[in-house]
């Protein structure tokens, strides 16, 4: 985890982004407690930034 821990997925409304996704949405800015809108319906918070090495399984989104 570079950023946020993984105890904020006790919220339904957290979500933990990848390092390459949350610099492809954010840039340079902080993603932590940006918020984001999936399926153009459910807002959720970003609470986390996590690295992930080739031998990670893949994700996007937490």
Request: net charge negative; charged share 20%.
């Amino acid at each position: 985890m570079l950023k946020g821990s993984y105890k904020s997925l006790n919220d339904p409304h957290s979500v933990i982004l990848s390092a390459s996704t949350a610099e492809a949405i954010f840039g340079d800015e902080d993603p932590i407690n940006q918020t984001l809108r999936l399926d153009n319906r459910l807002e959720v918070t970003v609470t986390g930034v996590a690295f992930l090495s080739i031998s990670s399984m893949f994700f996007l989104l937490l």
